[in-house]
């Protein structure tokens, strides 16, 4: 079982950054993908980006080159560095965890990016 916290969305201008965090409550380092998706209402969820544990790399094409996904082992905590962010990356951003056998998934945090 993992219990992952995503903090550090708000409210950001056109063209501006933020940076979420997800914590898990237990060692990611057996965590084959952790991922950042994101849900708008009335939309199903769908794929920001991931990251291996190997390292592998796969983004939406929406977000390439503007948005950067990380993860810490050793500190248990995933990252998506979101920059020149646009009106239509206002959602709710989730994390996730896939583990073998089962997917775990945060509570969500609230981006909105607006003038």
């Known amino acids: 079982q993992v219990q992952l916290v995503e903090s550090g969305g708000g409210l950001v201008q056109p063209g501006g950054s933020l940076r979420l965090s997800c914590a898990a409550s237990r060692s990611i380092g057996s965590i084959n993908t952790m991922g950042w998706y994101r849900q708008t209402p009335g939309k199903q969820r769908e794929l920001v980006a991931t990251?291996?544990?190997?390292?592998?790399?796969n983004y939406a094409d929406f977000v390439k080159g503007r948005f950067t996904i990380s993860r810490d082992n050793v500190k248990n905590t995933a990252f998506l560095q979101m920059n020149s962010l646009k009106p239509e990356d206002t959602a709710v951003y989730f994390c996730?965890?896939?583990?073998?056998?089962?997917?775990?998934w945060g509570q969500g945090t609230q981006v909105t990016v607006s003038s």
């Open positions: 996730n965890a896939q583990a073998l056998l089962a997917s775990y």
């Open positions: 990251i291996t544990r190997g390292g592998r790399l």
